[in-house]
C-alpha cells in the first residue's frame, strides 16, 4: 500500500523505456506495467539457469586420457581422470555462474556511472541483498528437498569451513574499507584487493581439498560421488515417488522442468539424453511453439489444460530466444556455457532499466528496490542451482557450497570488479578515489547480515550434530528448520528497509 501511495503521488517521471508515449500514463499505472515486465524477465533468468546447469554438467564430465607405465609389469595402464577439481567447480562453474546476474547487473550499473565521483547504489544493494536471500531462502528451500525423511551431508567439512570462512572474510572486509580503513571512500587498491581476494579463496579451498600441510584443516572426507552430478540419486526412488507438484505444473519441457517441477528426473533424464544430441535450432524452436503434447490433450483435465496452454504460451518468447543456445555436446559444453552467461547479462540489463524507471515512477530508492526485488530476482539462478544440487547429488557438499560460495563472488568480484572500473577510471581522469554516498545504510545492512547469519550457521551446525546431517530428516524438523531461515530474511529485510526510510 506504501509503494502504491509513493507511485501516485511521485512528481511526474519523465524518462521512458521504449517510447516517449509512457510518460502520458499515470505513474501508478507505469508501475504496474515496469513491475510485470521485470517478472517476465526473472522468469527469463530462471528458463535459461535450466540450459545454463545442463551445460555445466557437460564440462564437469569432461575427461582425460592419462597413460603410464607399471614399472613392476611394464604394461601400459590407461586411464581416465576428471579434468575439472570438484572444489573448484562448485566455486568458479558453479557459483560464478549463478552470480552471474548479480555480477553482470552491478558491472553494467558501474559502466553507466563512469564519469561521477560518487558509486550507483544499485549494484551493492543488490549484492547484499543477495548474499541475505542466498543464504537463507535457498537454504530453506535445500533443507526440505531431500525425501522421505532421508538426509544429505557435507562430506568435505573441511572445504566447506574454508569456504564458510572467505564467506564472512568478504563481508567484514567490505565493512572495514567502508567504515574503517577509509570511511565512505573506495580507493583503486581497495577495489584490486577486493578483487584479488578471489584468487586466494579459490587457492586455500584447492588446498584444503588436496590437504597440503600447514593451510589445510585436519579434517577427513567423506564418501562422495565420483561424478559432479550422478545420473540419479539412489537414496530416492523417483519411479515409484514422483511428486504430485512434477505432475500439475505446466510445461515439462527441457528447459522448464529444473525450474519448476520437484523431483522429476525420472521423466527427464531418459528423455533429455536421448534426445540433447539430435535438437536442432528447428526442432528447438517447434517445440517453443508447441502449446501441449497429444498425450496431455487425451489425458489431462480442461482446468489443468489450460493452465498448462497459458504458461506455455507466456514462456513462448523465451523458448524462442533460448533455442539458439548450441548443445550441450559441442565443446563438452561450453559453448553452451558462455551463450547462456551472454544471455543472463542481457536479462540483466534489462533488469537495471526497468529497476531505473521503477524507481523513477514510484519515488522508491533504487537501494532498497535493489535489496529486496532484484536480489530476489537475480538470485533465482542460485536457488534452481542449488535446488538441483540438493536433488541430484548425494551429498549436500555443491548445494551448500553454492550458497556459501556464491556469497563470496558476489563481493569479490560482484563489487570488486564493478568498483575496481570506477575507481581506475577516476583515478587516471580525475586523481580521485570513488565516494560511496550510501556507506551508512550499506554498513547497517552488513551489520544485520552478520547477526541473522551467525543464527542460521548456528541451526546448521546444530543439525550436523543432532540429526546427522544438514538437509533434510524428519519432515517436521525439516519445515521448521526452513520456516525459521525464512523469518531471518524477512527480519532482514524489514530492518534494511527501515534504516533506509530513516525509521531507525
Not at 205 to 221: F, G, H, N, T
Not at 259 to 277: C, L, R
Not at 443 to 458: E, P, Q, Y
Request: glycine fraction near 6%.
Amino acid at each position: 500500500m506504501a509503494n502504491i501511495n509513493m507511485a501516485n503521488t511521485a512528481p511526474k517521471c519523465d524518462t521512458y523505456l521504449l517510447v516517449n508515449g509512457e510518460t502520458l500514463l499515470p505513474n501508478g499505472v507505469r508501475a504496474f506495467i515496469y513491475s510485470v515486465a521485470l517478472a517476465y524477465c526473472f522468469i527469463g533468468l530462471s528458463a535459461i539457469t535450466g540450459r545454463f546447469f545442463k551445460s555445466m554438467e557437460n564440462i564437469m564430465k569432461h575427461s582425460r586420457e592419462v597413460v603410464t607405465v607399471d614399472p613392476h609389469t611394464n604394461s601400459t595402464i590407461v586411464k581416465h581422470e576428471k579434468v575439472w577439481n570438484y572444489t573448484i567447480a562448485d566455486i568458479t562453474l558453479l557459483a560464478f555462474g549463478t552470480s552471474f546476474p548479480q555480477i553482470s547487473l552491478a558491472t553494467i550499473d558501474a559502466i553507466r556511472n563512469l564519469g561521477r565521483l560518487t558509486a550507483g547504489g544499485l549494484g551493492p544493494g543488490t549484492l547484499v541483498g543477495s548474499a541475505a536471500f542466498d543464504l537463507f531462502p535457498i537454504h530453506a528451500v535445500c533443507v526440505v528437498m531431500p525425501r522421505a525423511g532421508s538426509k544429505k551431508k557435507i562430506s568435505d567439512l573441511g572445504v566447506w569451513l574454508v569456504e564458510l570462512f572467505w564467506s564472512f572474510w568478504a563481508y567484514i572486509w567490505l565493512y572495514i574499507i567502508l567504515e574503517v580503513w577509509t570511511p565512505k571512500v573506495i580507493t583503486l587498491w581497495e577495489a584490486l584487493l577486493t578483487v584479488l581476494q578471489y584468487g586466494l579463496l579459490l587457492l586455500h579451498a584447492y588446498a584444503q581439498d588436496k590437504r597440503w600441510p600447514y593451510v589445510s584443516i585436519p579434517l577427513a572426507r567423506g564418501d562422495r560421488p565420483e561424478d559432479w552430478v550422478p545420473a540419479e540419486d539412489t537414496s530416492v526412488d523417483y519411479d515409484n515417488n514422483y511428486d504430485e507438484i512434477g505432475e500439475t505444473v505446466p510445461g515439462q519441457t527441457e528447459d522448464i522442468v529444473d525450474i519448476f517441477s520437484v523431483h522429476s528426473y525420472s521423466n527427464e533424464g531418459k528423455d533429455v539424453e536421448e534426445s540433447s544430441t539430435s535438437l536442432t535450432v528447428k526442432n528447438r524452436q517447434e517445440d517453443a511453439v508447441t502449446l501441449e503434447s497429444s498425450e496431455s490433450r487425451k489425458t489431462d483435465s480442461v482446468c489443468l489444460r489450460f493452465v498448462r496452454i497459458t504458461w506455455n504460451l507466456i514462456i513462448a518468447p523465451w523458448k524462442l530466444l533460448f533455442s539458439f543456445v548450441p548443445p550441450y555436446e559441442i565443446a563438452h559444453g561450453w559453448f553452451a556455457f558462455i551463450c547462456s552467461l551472454i544471455f543472463i547479462s542481457g536479462i540483466a540489463y534489462g533488469v537495471t532499466k526497468l529497476t531505473d524507471q521503477i524507481s523513477c515512477v514510484t519515488g522508491v530508492s533504487p537501494y532498497v528496490i535493489a535489496f529486496t526485488a532484484l536480489a530476489a530476482g537475480t538470485s533465482w539462478p542460485d536457488l534452481v542451482a542449488s535446488k538441483i544440487a540438493a536433488e541430484r547429488q548425494i551429498t549436500a557438499d555443491s548445494a551448500i557450497a553454492n550458497i556459501t560460495c556464491s556469497n563470496s563472488v558476489n563481493i569479490y568480484l560482484g563489487i570488486g570488479v564493478p568498483w575496481l572500473v570506477d575507481t581506475m577510471y577516476n583515478f587516471f581522469v580525475y586523481q580521485k578515489p570513488l565516494y560511496i554516498d550510501n556507506a551508512a545504510d550499506l554498513s547497517f545492512s552488513l551489520l544485520v547480515f552478520f547477526a541473522t547469519s551467525f543464527g542460521c550457521i548456528t541451526v546448521l551446525v546444530l543439525r550436523r550434530v543432532i540429526l546427522g546431517a544438514e538437509l533434510g530428516g524428519p519432515r517436521l524438523w525439516a519445515w521448521v528448520t526452513s520456516v525459521y531461515f525464512m523469518i531471518l530474511w524477512v527480519v532482514f529485510v524489514v530492518l534494511s528497509s527501515l534504516r533506509i526510510s530513516r525509521v531507525i
